[in-house]
């Protein structure tokens, strides 16, 4: 089986690819090429955002990046399905899977595409100086690529039969879904942090407190305390 010519067909001719998880082809094949890869790229990009700190969570985020996506994925997926085959879909948990974890591999390559800028600001910046602001840069990093991989779901799994009785329904539990998508990754991304590390010690996870939101909100804070 060649993993890199299923994530390349992903990357370069993905109507022919969507069309056959429509048609149900090869779809056990895509799963274990997209599991594999989408793992790689992830866990590369995690690397590069934890060797800001140390090698040590360099080690710990190239394993939790990617346990975020694949948790996430496997944690909202079945909400998905059981609402869509509820209100008339015909496609089986493996389609719903394979689309899903599609649109994570978009997101792994999309971030492997950013490895480069990551890693230069991790040489030329101060890990205790300019911690606020690189926080903020891999937020905005990640938020991109999410609102990319999202839409790419989404044009995905829209429904193609406009006609039907509960075509406007369906598409309401996709953009939902979406929207719990997107909630559940940010917050269990809180629950696994550190991805960057704080400056000066190292741990494998912090204590529960907060949410994504105020993260962000401290660190702009910070960000512009330090700016002024």
Known sequence: MNYSATFLSLLKD???????????KRLHSKISALLLCSFCCFAIYG?????????MQALSSAVKLPALYLITLVVCLPALYIFNALFGSQKTLAQHFTYVLSAASVISILLC????????????ISPIKDYAFYQLLNVVIFALTGVFGVTFLYQAMRPA???????KLRLTILRLWLGLYGIVGSQLGWILRPFFGSPGQFE????REGNFLT????ALANLLGSAG
Do not use: K
């Open 14 to 24: 993905r109507q022919s690819f969507l069309q056959e998880i429509h048609d149900r």
């Open 47 to 55: 690397g590069i955002v934890g060797s800001f700190h140390s090698p």
């Open 113 to 124: 595409g950013f490895a480069p800028v990551t890693l230069f600001f991790v040489i030329t």
């Open 161 to 167: 039969d406009e006609d039907s009785a509960n075509y």
């Open 204 to 207: 494998w996870f912090r204590a």
């Open 215 to 218: 993260g962000v909100w401290n």
